[in-house]
């Protein structure tokens, strides 16, 4: 997504802002298929979730460990 000044903003919609959701969020290894998978907890990353309101469009970046990001 185009940064502008810092501020993060949609690819289809150049002058909408990119919202970030207000938690961390997990993308983690499914075992099996999607009817009867199994969620492994012990594996994944953590990731922080930016959408665009206008279109949906979303991005998401592995969070970073070291410092928090401002909004």
């Known amino acids: 997504m185009p940064i502008k000044e810092g ?3 949609c ?3 150049p002058s909408a802002r990119m919202n ?3 938690t961390f969020k997990a993308l983690v290894n499914v075992e ?3 009817a009867d998978g199994t ?3 012990q594996s994944g990353l953590v990731v ?3 959408v665009c309101e206008e279109c949906g469009y979303l ?3 592995v969070a ?3 410092h928090q990001d401002k909004k």
């Open 39 to 41: 969620i492994n907890p």
């Open 20 to 22: 970030r959701t207000g």
């Open 48 to 50: 922080m979730p930016f």
């Open 7 to 9: 501020k993060r903003y």
């Open 11 to 13: 690819i289809n919609h």
């Open 64 to 66: 970073d460990k070291t």
């Open 59 to 61: 991005e998401m970046y």
């Open 32 to 34: 099996g298929n999607a």
